[in-house]
T-cell receptor, first 117, second 114 residues
Framework: GAGVSQTPSNKVTEKGKYVELRCDPI?????LYWYRQSLGQGPEFLIY????????DSGLPNDRFFAVRPEGSVSTLKIQRTERGDSAVYLC???????????????FGPGTRLTVT | AQSVTQPDIHITVSEGASLELRCNYS??????LFWYVQSPGQGLQLLLK??????LVQGIKGFEAEFKRSQSSFNLRKPSVHWSDAAEYFC????????????FGTGTQLKVEL
């Protein structure tokens, strides 16, 4: 079946611009996660959705970052007033398990490489 | 707060040799533990996971890992490495009941010499 998909695969933007990154999770997966992977680092947690609501946004670095999942499926990560330090690969993952009793297996998309010039 | 340490940034092994990648974690209770592999331009692929029970876990592609609570370790092993195993390997710990968000190590880059 189809895995997690992310669009665009690459995004180049100028400093100060607004960007949106999209994630299509595996159909039926209730949990959706965003991570950010900087060069030479492991992925870092940004935000987690259970259904439509953001259950944990503790990893968002500041208020320029925002994410939504209005219908409990597709999610969009939004970055305002981009800075060069935002350049990274943004990974999305989905999981069929909920908060209670879940076993945390996450399936990752290929990522969106964001470059801020 | 949970954390993961992968002490080896780069490892080079000969094809056919055995492999062990180290992972140490910090977590207040029994963790969920994972190993993922990432090839250039690819997403993260789950190799194996530990939730509970048998501490020796078998995964895909001939990999296994052993959970050692006393050492806070979850080392990844393979008895005979193939050239196609060259990639970056990430160990991760998941928070039980906390949405299962993952904390990753910085990764180990594996090079395989033919």
């Amino acid at each position: 079946g189809a895995g997690v998909s992310q669009t665009p695969s690459n995004k180049v933007t100028e400093k100060g611009k607004y960007v949106e990154l999209r994630c299509d999770p595996i159909s039926g997966h209730t949990a959706l996660y965003w991570y950010r992977q900087s060069l030479g680092q492991g992925p870092e947690f940004l935000i987690y959705f259970q259904g439509t609501g953001a259950a944990d946004d503790s990893g968002l670095p500041n208020d320029r970052f925002f994410a939504v999942r209005p219908e409990g499926s597709v999610s969009t990560l939004k970055i305002q007033r981009t800075e060069r330090g935002d350049s990274a690969v943004y990974l999305c993952a989905s999981s069929p398990y909920g908060v209670a009793g879940g076993q945390g297996e996450q399936y990752f998309g290929p990522g969106t490489r964001l470059t801020v010039t | 707060a949970q954390s993961v340490t992968q002490p080896d940034i780069h490892i080079t092994v000969s094809e056919g040799a055995s492999l062990e990648l180290r992972c140490n974690y910090s977590y207040g209770a029994t963790p969920y533990l994972f190993w993922y592999v990432q090839s250039p331009g690819q997403g993260l692929q789950l190799l194996l996971k530990y939730f509970s029970g048998d501490t020796l876990v078998q995964g895909i592609k001939g990999f296994e890992a052993e959970f050692k609570r006393s050492q806070s370790s979850f080392n990844l092993r393979k008895p005979s490495v193939h050239w196609s195993d060259a990639a970056e390997y990430f160990c991760a710990v998941g928070a039980r009941g906390g949405g299962n968000k993952l904390t990753f190590g910085t990764g180990t880059q594996l090079k395989v010499e033919l």
